[in-house]
């Protein structure tokens, strides 16, 4: 498998998304470079995780941009995922006790419009 850096690297090419890809329920998407980093870091059960819990927490607030980051312990291969707005306010958090994923941290961006979230990568908002 490779490392998150690698993989960070291998992602920089992606500034936009022309298809998105739905998660678990209809409201939900996601755009191709981060469908890449689910397949790059065999991490698909993250997209159920944001698609589900993480979309039921930024539908109850305002449209607006959030930040997503997930970060792996390298020591015990634990997971955290949490959610800030905009001032950096941590809006949730959901650990994960073991995943394959790279160690390191990932920043996402997870969009709410209103209607639907839409999860990216940071060079793609």
Not at 45 to 62: A, D, M, P
Not at 84 to 109: A, F, Q, S
């Amino acid at each position: 498998m490779k490392t998150l850096n690698a993989i960070k690297a291998d992602l920089n090419h992606h500034c936009g998304s022309e298809q998105f890809y739905h998660g678990l329920i209809k409201n939900s998407i996601y755009t191709e470079g981060v469908r890449d980093y689910f397949t790059q870091a065999e991490c698909f059960w993250l997209s159920y995780i944001v698609s589900t819990e993480f979309h039921n927490v930024v539908k109850r607030l305002s449209p607006d941009t959030y930040y997503l980051t997930v970060e792996v312990n390298k020591e015990d291969s634990s997971c955290v995922i949490t959610l800030d707005d905009y001032k950096r306010i941590r809006l949730h958090t959901r650990k994960v006790d073991y995943t394959t994923h790279p160690y390191g941290k990932m920043n996402l961006i997870l969009g709410w419009d209103g209607a639907r979230s839409i999860l990216c990568l940071t060079n793609e908002n």
